[in-house]
């Protein structure tokens, strides 16, 4: 539930990437207007409505023919518009989506890149405005890609409410590492115990009741630890399958662990001569290995499933572009 990685983004901007070239481009037309050039209250009022419709745009300004920055900066900071006017006067003509312009002067996007500004990953877009085809300059915004990624997944409503999200897990993590110092503390006294009790008076399964202690220790700080990186720390992309999948193999495999040392110290306790627990070490051996094959079968066919979607996607998207 953190933020997506510049991975996650890239990977993205790729699979989608016609999509949001179209809606750059939708985005631009709207905007250009020869009256950008005349009237700078125009710009403002513009850009403000740009940021209301469209909160992953965070910069505008305009460029004369040859690439001189004719304005200030209008940015969109916490959806407030901000005059910045460092960038007036500066010479752009270097720029990526001034240099690789085409002929027919339409919408041009540049690759992703990161901003010198905010440190994100973020596409430049321009497009030559014209009055009575005079040339008047060209409009140009910059827009943050994440989270035009995640405008465009209808993921910026969870984004907004991550944080609470984090705080009740983080919440959770905390009660279970908790729980997991006092299954400790309770086993280092029973060792301790071990030690100060004569040895003729001492339950030979003691040391059994320690390693169950210990062992129930490692499968919840196992548990908290796996939420603490998923849930928390770690991005989780819940629309894709192989994410989920993850998710519950690694849950999934800590209870297994957690069992699988359960029937083990079942299993020594029937040798040791308390013949009731040979049956319950057998029925959890078994479910050790009903868990196992259940995994690996939906591991596999989580993983092929997804693979056949993405060959889907790519047939689609060649069909498209042909």
């Known amino acids: 539930m953190a933020a997506m990685s510049y991975l996650s983004v890239i990977e993205r901007y790729h699979e989608y990437e016609a999509t949001v070239h179209e809606l750059m481009e939708s985005i631009l037309t709207g905007m250009a207007d020869a009256e950008l050039f005349e009237q700078p209250q ?6 403000k409505g740009i940021a209301k419709s469209y909160p992953f745009v965070e910069l ?7 690439g001189l920055q004719i304005s200030q900066n209008i940015a969109v900071v916490d959806r407030q518009i901000e005059l910045i006017p460092l960038g007036s006067n500066r010479d752009r003509s270097q720029r990526p989506y001034f240099i690789n312009r085409d002929e ?3 919408v041009n996007i540049t690759r992703p890149y990161l901003s010198n500004a905010s440190g994100n990953l973020c596409l430049s877009a321009s497009l030559a405005v014209y009055q009575q085809e005079q040339k008047l300059g060209f409009l140009v915004i910059d827009v943050d890609l994440t989270r035009l990624i995640e405008f465009m997944m209808g993921d910026s409503a969870r984004r907004r409410v991550t944080p609470a999200f984090k705080a009740v897990y983080g919440v959770i993590v905390a009660g279970l590492f908790v729980l997991v ?3 400790i503390w309770t086993a280092l006294r029973d060792i301790y115990g071990l030690f100060t009790v004569d040895i003729i008076g001492q339950d030979p399964l003691q040391p059994f009741g320690i390693i169950i202690f210990m062992t129930l220790a490692l499968a919840i700080f196992d548990l908290g630890k796996t939420i603490l990186e998923e849930e928390v720390l770690m991005h989780k992309d819940i629309f894709r399958h192989s994410s989920t999948r993850r998710t519950i193999t690694r849950f999934v495999s800590t209870i297994l662990i957690a069992i699988s040392i359960e029937a083990l110290l079942t299993m020594f306790k ?3 001569g308390e013949k009731q627990y040979i ?4 029925w959890m051996m078994l479910a050790v290995v ?3 094959v259940g995994l690996g079968a939906y591991v ?6 997804e693979w056949l979607l993405i060959k889907t996607q790519a047939y689609k998207k060649s069909k498209k572009t042909h």
């Not at 049956?279 to 057998?282: C, V």
């Not at 596999?300 to 499933?305: E, F, I, R």
């Open 42 to 47: 125009v710009n403002i009022k513009t850009m």
């Open 60 to 66: 505008m300004y305009l460029l004369d023919s040859k």
């Open 104 to 106: 027919s002067d339409s």
């Open 181 to 183: 110092a006092v299954l």
């Open 270 to 272: 029937a040798s040791l």
């Open 279 to 282: 049956e319950p070490a057998i």
């Open 290 to 292: 009903g868990l196992l």
């Open 300 to 305: 596999y066919l989580g993983a092929k499933a």
